[in-house]
C-alpha cells in the first residue's frame, strides 16, 4: 500500500484527544443517520479517504506540518496554569479555518452548491461538474486568502468543569452565528467567514473547547484566556453544534456517556437542515423608473422560458435551540452595512469595501 494513502480530513492527532484514554487506538462513535452508537470503533479508520487531497501527496505533508504545530499546541494547553498567548490565539484562528474547509461535510457542500447552480443555469454535461476531491483542493488551495476573514476574531477557550463532556464530530469547525439567527436587523441575509455576528466553535478535548467570537457583538468574561463551564445546560449547548453541523457522526472519549449523547441527539434532530442550500429564482418584468426590475417566481421550471432571469442560492444555516451562556451580548457594539447584498460585515473588512459608504449600527 502507498505511503500516505488513507488521508483524513479530521486529523488523527485531533481526533486523539477524543479517543478512549486519550491513546488514540480506539473511539466511541454514534451515527446520526442510523442512530447507532458504537462503543469501540478504530480510530485509523475515522473521518478518512483514499488520497483524499490527491496523489501527489503535496496538499497531505503542508497539513501534516499543521497537524505537528496543533499537537505541541495542545500539550501546553493542558499544563496547569496556562494562559492563552496572542500566538496561540493567531494558530487557533488559522487552525480553525483550515478544518472549517477541508473536510468532506464541506466539500460536500460545496459541490451540492454548484450541482444547484448546474440545475438552475440548465447546463448538461460534465463541464462544470466538481466531485469531493475537486471541492476540496480548490478550498484549501485558497485557504490562505481566507485569513485576513478571521484574525479579527476574539480567542478564548471554554474550561469544562462538569461532569458532561464536549464532545467532537466529522465536521467539529463550525461556524454559526447568533446575532443574523435571533436578531431581527439582519432577518434576509445570509452570513459567512466576515460576517458580523460570526462565531467559530472548535472542541479541543473533552475538557476544553475553542471559541472565537466577534468583539462588537459579543462579549466573554475570562481570565487568562480561560472562562469556567459548571452547568451542563452550556456543554450541551455547546455540543449541540457539533450535531447540527456534523455530516453523519459525533464522536466522545467514553461509551458511558452514550445515553447522554441520545438525548442530546433527540433534541437535535428536528432542527438539522435537510438541505443546505435554497435556489431562489427571478425572471425579468420589465423597467420601471429607469430601472430593471424582475419577479419572484416558484421554480426553475417557471422561469425556463425568459431569456432574462436571476438566481440566488441561499445558504441554509442550523438554529440551535439554545446558546452557552458564556457568550453574552455588547450592548455598546456595532456592526456595519452598505445597504447592498454585502450584508452586515465586521469593523475589519470595511476598507477592502470603501469604508466611508458603511452605516454603523448597534446589534442588539
Known sequence: MATNKNQHFVPRVYLKSFSMDGQGAAISLFNVDHERFIPAAPLKHQCSGDYFYGEDLHMEKALQKVEGRYAELVRELVVPGYALSEEHRDFLRQFWLIQHLRTEAASM??????????????????????????????????????????????VCLLRNRTNEPFIVSDDPAVLTNRWHLDSLIPRGKSFGLGAAGSLFLL??????????????????????????????????????????????????????????????FTKAKKLRP?????????????????????????????????????????????????????????????????????????RIHLDGHGADRFKKLRPW
Not at 451540492?112 to 475537486?134: L, N, P, S, Y
Not at 455540543?239 to 467514553?254: G, I, K, R
Open 109 to 154: 457542500r460545496m459541490v451540492q452548491f454548484t450541482e444547484q447552480m448546474r440545475h438552475t443555469a440548465g447546463i448538461d454535461g460534465d463541464e462544470f461538474r466538481m466531485g469531493i476531491k475537486e471541492a476540496v483542493q480548490h478550498s484549501m488551495s485558497v485557504a490562505i486568502e481566507q485569513f485576513p476573514f478571521v484574525q479579527d476574531m476574539k
Open 203 to 264: 472542541p479541543i478535548t473533552p475538557k476544553i473547547q475553542c471559541v472565537a467570537y466577534d468583539g462588537d457583538v459579543y462579549s466573554v468574561s475570562h481570565e487568562k484566556g480561560w472562562v469556567d463551564v459548571r452547568r451542563a445546560v452550556d456543554v450541551h449547548a455547546i455540543n449541540q453544534h457539533q450535531f447540527l453541523n456534523c455530516n453523519a457522526t459525533v464522536y466522545m472519549h467514553d461509551k458511558v456517556h452514550e445515553q447522554s449523547v441520545r438525548l442530546q
Open 274 to 346: 435537510v438541505a443546505r442550500h435554497r435556489a431562489h429564482y427571478a425572471v425579468y418584468d420589465g423597467t420601471h423608473d429607469g430601472a430593471s426590475r424582475f419577479r419572484v417566481v416558484e421554480s426553475y421550471d417557471d422561469s425556463a422560458e425568459h431569456e432574462n432571469a436571476l438566481i440566488h442560492i441561499e445558504t441554509i444555516h442550523p438554529r440551535p435551540a439554545i446558546w452557552p451562556t458564556q457568550i453574552g451580548r455588547r450592548h455598546n457594539g456595532a456592526v456595519f452595512t452598505d445597504g447592498t447584498g454585502l450584508g452586515f460585515v465586521r
